[in-house]
């Protein structure tokens, strides 16, 4: 299926458009009264559930899935059968939405911190049954009760995410444990988690494929010991930031199925560890040592002097590219991915990888001292089919290694060109003319104008333009954006000054699959752009901070408009008062993040702020007009904040208590000490 559109309004009923790849027939029936209910019934009885079925799944769009559900009470009990996904916003409606659909194999509770450990109990009571994964990330109000209950009743359960979950320890991890079929498990920051917890889930989780212990520094090598010993399943493991040494590697390295391995700030694993994976790791495909200071070139020419498969290499700051390693990769012919970022390479190193490694897909040289004209011309010229291209902060790269990419690089999907400051249009023409496949372009902090962008409108597939700090662009150039890519999700024009009203008209006229803008600093803009922006239903992050002349009149229109808006930015926005935050509030119910620092807020917007069941993240920096009492009133009643930013000396002047508090209830707070 194409396209379906499925609505009932008044009593006119218009429904299913279907392709004759789909074995139908086109149908589309307007009729009126009650006639229109008969006809559709008897039409519909035509069609059993499996063909209903089939076109449902076929309907991507979550607007479309909610008319078709408001058809008839038949599509309305197929639509429960159907869903499998669902990402909770409100606890409150979770017994509602359980009992309706029983059908669930995977939950995202990521957005919903009153997540209890009754709500868990109720999870594997109502949908243990087909449940297979859950995601707890960043939530702290449940407790190893909840996790056992959700494990032991949630049979068919592999995967699990509990990652920065702050009060995630031992007993927790012995909860975890008991889901047996567990195969993904992701505890990135569990810093309570000592080796007692993690051989718990070894020894009873021995289908692990995938691992990852990211900052979970309270483990150590007899932890990751035990895991090789008890999880020989294993494709994917991240260690990185661990206190652990070559003694873990050497465990490591007797995963023969291990595909992945992530090291990222092992700072005790040097080249004696690496050496172990030479001969072990049979498996191994990716491999990160990114920050490993005490790794040389001779442990990385070590490795790549085994067996191993590797087609992903990742060294950011890490050691200097030698010629020596640069020769020890030209074994691997298939290399897809290599990554050098901050490291010092060389033009006959890039040579070599262009002679070498023909597959290469992905290349990535941010920030790397040594990357010239000459060596990503040599590369490119070997390595045709590269993806994705990243040479942020390439201060000497040119219009000569831009040519070379666009000429070279037909496939090009994405480019990050950031704070490459020699680069003009000349070369932008080159990839206009030849990388009709790009997506994503960053030319953040460039040199680019008008006529660059011209050039660049002809990449008619680009989803992401990012274009800060570009101060020579203007609304002509967007004009010519807005012209030709129309599949543009996101847009950043950080204080890219030269843009005003006209250019983000023609954006939102003619992009209207835009969800992301960085409008902040841009001073010429008005409410006039915002107006504009609020056509675009589906945006759900605005930034505007810093954008003097747009007024309360101008967030409304977005809040009226854009109402699935999730991040706002509206720092230092003075001509934003109460009454456009009160009108956002009552438009956008979905809101979690927000910044109102700096802005002529009242205590009128302070308490409006608490009707807002989803907010999580919000900055609070000098909000003169709001008195101490509403400051804390608010901050008390918002019941999801997950994380605060307000000034130091509210610390002494709010009644004591507050921020304990918000702190048991898993709330972060970052204190910051500015002048006004």
């Not at 074995?23 to 009126?32: E, H, I, V």
């Not at 291990?258 to 172990?276: A, R």
């Not at 950011?316 to 390693?325: E, L």
């Not at 954006?481 to 250019?503: F, K, N, Q, T």
């Amino acid at each position: 299926m194409k396209y379906a559109n499925l609505w009932q309004e008044e009593l006119v009923v218009s429904c299913l458009f279907l392709t004759e790849q789909d074995g139908f027939s086109f149908l589309f029936l307007p009729m009126q009264g009650s006639e229109s209910m008969n006809k559709m019934a008897s039409i519909l009885s035509l069609l059993g559930d499996d063909i209903l079925l089939r076109i449902l799944r076929s309907v991507r769009s979550p607007t479309d899935r909610k008319s078709w559900s408001l058809v008839c009470k038949h599509f309305y009990h197929l639509e429960a059968l159907c869903k499998e996904r669902l990402q909770l916003l409100r606890r409150k409606m979770l017994t509602r939405i359980l009992e309706r659909y029983g059908n669930l194999l995977h939950l995202d509770f990521s957005l919903c911190p009153q997540i209890t450990d009754e709500c868990l109990e109720q999870v594997a009571r109502l949908s243990g049954q087909h449940l297979r994964s859950i995601n707890l990330s960043k939530l702290s109000c449940f407790s190893h009760i909840g996790l056992f209950m959700l494990a032991k009743g949630c049979e068919n359960l592999v995967e699990i995410d509990l990652s920065s979950c702050s009060r995630i320890g031992d007993k927790e991890a012995d909860a975890i444990s008991q889901a047996k079929n567990l195969q993904s498990l992701k505890l990135v920051k569990c810093q309570q988690i000592s080796d007692l917890g993690l051989v718990c889930i070894a020894v009873r989780c021995g289908k692990l494929r995938y691992l990852n212990l990211k900052w979970c520094v309270g483990i150590s090598d007899s932890g990751i010991e035990m895991v090789a010993v008890k999880c020989k399943e294993l494709r994917f493991l991240d260690l990185s930031y661990l206190q652990i040494t070559n003694k873990s590697i050497a465990s490591v390295a007797q995963l023969e199925y291990l595909e992945t391995l992530v090291l990222v700030g092992c700072v005790s694993v040097d080249d004696e560890g690496l050496d172990f994976l030479k001969d072990g790791c049979k498996s191994l495909q990716r491999l990160d040592v990114s920050k490993c200071q005490n790794v040389s070139c001779n442990g990385i020419i070590s490795v790549t002097s085994g067996s191993i498969p590797l087609q992903q290499l990742t060294l950011a700051y890490c050691v200097p590219v030698t010629s020596a390693i640069f020769a020890s990769l030209q074994k691997f012919e298939s290399l897809q991915s290599i990554k050098f970022d901050g490291c010092e390479v060389s033009s006959s190193g890039l040579e070599s990888i262009g002679k070498s490694c023909k597959y290469l897909q992905e290349l990535s040289l941010s920030k790397c001292s040594g990357a010239t004209d000459e060596g990503i011309s040599l590369l490119v010229a070997g390595c045709r089919d590269l993806r994705i291209v990243d040479l942020t902060c390439c201060h000497n790269l040119t219009d000569v290694a831009v040519s070379a990419i666009g000429m070279s690089c037909t496939n090009l999907s994405c480019l990050k060109m950031e704070s490459c400051s020699l680069v003009t249009e000349t070369s932008l023409n080159v990839l206009g003319d030849n990388c009709h496949f790009l997506e994503v372009l960053d030319l953040t902090d460039s040199s680019i104008n008008n006529t660059g962008l011209k050039f660049i409108s002809r990449c008619s597939k680009l989803t992401t333009l990012k274009l800060g700090i570009c101060e020579s662009i203007s609304d002509e150039g967007l004009t010519y954006i807005g012209a030709h890519c129309s599949d543009l999700l996101e847009l950043d024009l950080y204080r890219s000054a030269g843009v005003g009203d006209v250019g983000l008209a023609a954006i939102a006229c003619a992009c209207p699959k835009l969800k992301i803008c960085n409008l902040s600093y841009c001073i010429a803009i008005t409410d006039e752009s915002l107006k504009s922006l609020s056509q675009l239903e589906g945006l759900h992050n605005l930034e505007i901070r810093g954008c003097i002349h747009v007024t309360s009149a101008g967030l409304s229109a977005i809040a009226m408009g854009c109402r699935h808006l999730v991040e706002l930015d509206i720092k230092r926005c003075c001509c934003v008062d109460d009454v456009g935050l009160v009108t956002l509030v009552h438009c956008c119910q979905n809101l979690r993040q927000i910044n109102i620092s700096y802005c002529p807020i009242s205590d009128v917007g302070m308490l409006a702020l608490a009707n807002l069941s989803c907010l999580q993240n919000i900055k609070l920096v000098h909000l003169r007009n709001v008195s101490l009492d509403t400051f804390a009133f608010g901050l008390l009643a918002c019941k999801s904040l997950k994380k605060i930013k307000v000034l130091k000396h509210l610390k002494s002047l709010l009644p004591p208590g507050i921020f304990e508090h918000l702190e048991e209830q898993g709330c972060r707070i970052r204190w910051m000490d500015k002048p006004l």
